[in-house]
């Protein structure tokens, strides 16, 4: 759409007069402190500002929520009625606002049924393709476009209900040495310590030889000790050790198949997912040959192939297809023309490699939300205002210049864009800038300058203007680590990866560096976890523990927050309930926890929350009626402890419990890791539900930063700067290569230039995504690989090295 300055000839005389800006007045919102601000229409405007500085709350908490505000308001009596539990932002007034579409980077994950195909919703439209266009066997009934799908019964192949490989095990793979008795441990792939004596024991106490050799016993006895699914309850009489008397207990059988496949499917620990991998083969279900649809939907075909085929296909190689075939008649013709235009926004975005079978849990938050993003581009809307968390999260420099084309469509076509933004190259190319702070949190707050990006250079106290207008400085001698060792990956076949060889040294600090879909996180993420976590039972192997820190969500609900996940609440409550109140009421320290009956608030049991849940919209958090969000009941709160209540202490910012705790060590050394790593500004009872996925794994970092051991650790960090400001970046740095100082190694997935130049190795894949990446095409110290005429981050890190910004 062509957007001209004039208004149409049949608008109103007042859309004229329509003032061109978003005004807000009197932001009060989390640490917003009364902000007033005016920001055009119609442009792109960039929100930066250090982490936690209030420009989320001023994008997504005030402008979005407003906008969604009015968007209830214009709606049905029953939703207008919900307003008033949701809450409208705190702010004065906001005017010239038009209605609001957000893409969050999503807190949560998609299940594993989600694909890209039905991110992108271009499954819908190659289903109706299969179903009114398709070519059927003779005499075959036409199928529904329900039919073509694996998630629903109508379509899933009843074997695999539509995964499309199944997990097996066998005798051979849970027995590797029959010759071995029970009590020397055949059953290899049972679980060791208590939990293996404690099977042992219970098969001996239902009358198995658990002395002779494997091979000699029983064949119906070995099939039921290795795959039954009963689960005998026995009294086991331990035999009694000379330095303690052990009671009889109830002890319950599990089969070793039982235990290898509840703890691969349920375990939280990616070592005891990695053991439990090795006595499983993972093979294509022998009824759909891994292609997840009944055979009546398999058997119908669009230019020769069936829709597994095509949905198998990257989306660059489907829109070829879809060109070059001539379809039979209208419908035919109209809904591949739809699907074509719907490939080409995903394409644009740099993500043509993903083919629509590829599932959601295997893409990175960056490429989820690029694929909603296309998917907004197809929608044609105008005149609206898109709210967008951190585009560039998860992109490489070289991806950023699309990205921003994009961007400038959405302008073009009508709209206004709101970003909230890291990426230098993003706020440069912002036709508005509005940047928060000075600081985090309490510190923070303030609009320091709304205006065109050049003019934030006056700004002295901007955090955002000391990097965008850094004067180079080239990089002195850089400190250089020598390893200490190293572990080689070789003939990794994994996804896009094929037979790749790889060295990671040891001892240092190792960026993984290459272009979306190129393969980082499954070679580190998966085959270099993977590796290192079967090995960590040999006792020559050098590192001793593996440490992953991911961007996952630490909890789905506001009942997990900073203070449960560290552990400090425990700390909390044990100081409360030593409190002479609650002593002279004998009340013990669940009274403090808000995830028992007891001393929280009943009405939202303890969530401080509750959810409001609409019709056709995602649901939305509401302060609950009764505690205002204090969790607690009125006795509770009455307890004290140096003067605050437990809501109180909740709601304290790590950087002020520092001071109200400091004669507690317990307390101290938590809220020390979390400031030292730039949290500084998070409230101790902040609902998970509210962090982004960067503050999700800093705080996981903090955690294990505080019980930091002395044994060799394997840290792997899956773009720790995600969600950082470059002046948090240096602060995360810090900790890191103090990591690899104390003797530890870290391995860093990472597209910012400036951590790629300081690391000690680098290991760069490519040279493209999906099909045109997955090999190794350069490695060594960051000079070797700036110098590589092969690779696509090259030329971005030498510039990096030369002291610009990356």
Not at 100 to 110: F, K
């Amino acid at each position: 759409m062509h957007h001209s300055t004039e208004p149409p000839a049949t608008a109103p005389a007042a859309t004229a007069a329509l003032d061109p800006f978003v005004r807000v007045r009197g932001a009060r919102e989390n640490n917003l402190r009364g902000v007033d601000v005016d920001i055009p229409r119609d442009a792109l405007t960039v929100f930066s500002g250090v982490s936690g500085s209030g420009k989320s709350s001023l994008a997504f908490g005030t402008l979005y929520a407003e906008a969604q505000r009015r968007y209830f308001e214009s709606v049905a009596p029953y939703a207008r009625r919900l307003i008033h539990q949701i809450g409208a932002p705190k702010v004065d007034s906001v005017t010239g606002l038009p209605p609001a579409v957000s893409l969050e980077q999503r807190r949560s994950s998609p299940g594993s049924r989600s694909s890209v195909g039905t991110v992108t919703l271009l499954s819908n439209s190659l289903r109706m393709l299969y179903s009114r266009a398709g070519t059927y066997p003779p005499g075959a009934e036409r199928l529904d476009s329900d039919a073509f799908s694996p998630n629903t019964a109508a379509g899933a192949c009843p074997s695999c209900h539509g995964l499309g490989r199944i997990h097996r095990t066998s005798e051979e793979l849970l027995v590797p040495d029959p010759r071995l008795s029970i009590r020397q441990g055949a059953i290899a792939a049972w679980p060791g310590a208590w939990q293996g004596k404690n099977l042992r024991d219970i098969l001996e106490a239902l009358g198995h030889d658990v002395d002779a050799p494997w091979q000699e016993l029983a064949q119906k006895d070995r099939e039921w000790i290795l795959f039954t699914e009963e689960q005998p309850v026995v009294t086991v009489h331990p035999v009694r050790d000379a330095d303690r008397i052990q009671r009889p207990y109830q002890g319950t059988y599990m089969s070793a198949h039982r235990y290898v496949m509840r703890t691969f499917s349920d375990s939280k620990s990616a070592t005891l997912r990695a053991r439990a991998e090795r006595f499983l083969t993972d093979s294509p279900c022998p009824a759909c040959g891994g292609r997840r649809l009944r055979p009546e939907a398999l058997a119908v075909t669009f230019a020769g192939r069936s829709i597994a085929e095509l949905a198998a296909l990257p989306l660059t190689a489907l829109d070829t297809l879809l060109a070059e075939t001539a379809p039979a008649g209208e419908a035919a013709r109209v809904l591949a023309e739809d699907l074509r235009a719907r490939i080409g926004p995903v394409v644009e975005l740099g993500l043509g490699y993903l083919s629509l079978d590829r599932s959601a849990p295997t893409l990175s938050a960056g490429e989820l939300q690029r694929l909603r993003l296309a998917t907004q581009l197809r929608s044609g809307l105008f005149g609206v205002v898109y709210v967008l968390d951190e585009p560039s999260a998860g992109l490489h420099p070289a991806d950023t210049e699309a990205l921003l084309t994009v961007l400038d469509r959405l302008k073009a076509a009508g709209n206004t864009v709101f970003v909230v933004e890291h990426d230098l190259d993003v706020v440069r190319h912002a036709d508005w800038l509005v940047d928060v702070g000075p600081l985090a949190g309490e510190h923070g707050g303030q609009v320091l300058h709304s205006g065109p990006p050049d003019a934030l250079g006056g700004v002295r106290e901007s955090a955002t203007a000391r990097h965008l207008f850094a004067v180079p400085e080239a990089a002195g001698p850089r400190r250089v680590r020598q390893p200490t060792g190293s572990v080689r990956i070789s003939g990794a076949d994994l996804h896009n990866l094929r037979d790749v060889d790889a060295e990671f040294p040891l001892g240092v600090f190792t960026a993984v560096t290459g272009v979306s879909g190129s393969g980082k996180s499954t070679l580190v993420g998966r085959v270099l976890a993977r590796e290192v976590g079967e090995r960590l039972a040999d006792a020559r192997f050098p590192v001793r523990r593996l440490v992953e820190v991911d961007q996952k969500p630490i909890g789905r609900t506001p009942r997990s927050n900073l203070a449960t996940y560290t552990g400090l609440f425990d700390v909390v409550r044990r100081l409360f309930t030593a409190a002479p109140q609650a002593r002279a009421r004998g009340w013990k320290a669940g009274r403090f926890s808000f995830n028992v009956a007891g001393g929280r608030c009943e009405t939202c049991q303890g969530e401080g929350f509750v959810s409001v849940e609409l019709l056709f919209l995602p649901s939305t958090y509401a302060p609950c009626p009764d505690c205002g969000g204090a969790r607690y009941n009125p006795e509770t709160l009455e307890v004290r402890y140096e003067g605050l209540n437990i809501a109180e202490v909740l709601s304290l910012t790590v950087e002020s419990a520092l001071p109200f705790f400091a004669e507690v060590p317990a307390a101290v050394r938590s809220l020390r890791a979390l400031e030292d790593i730039g949290l500084g500004y998070l409230r101790l009872g902040q609902p998970a539900t509210e962090l982004s996925g960067g503050e999700a794994q800093r705080i996981k970092l903090a955690t294990e930063l505080q019980r930091l051991r002395h044994d060799h650790t394997l840290y792997l960090l899956d773009e720790p700067t995600t969600g950082l400001h470059p002046a948090d970046v240096r602060v995360l740095l810090r900790q890191l290569h103090g990591l690899v100082d104390a003797g530890h190694s870290v391995v860093v997935v990472e597209h910012d230039m400036e951590v790629v130049a300081g690391a000690d190795w680098v290991v760069d894949l490519g040279p493209g995504g999906g099909a045109e990446g997955g090999r190794v095409v350069a490695s060594g110290p960051p000079e070797r690989v700036a110098r590589s005429a092969a690779s696509r981050t090259a030329p971005y890190l030498a510039r990096a090295l030369a002291g610009g910004a990356g």
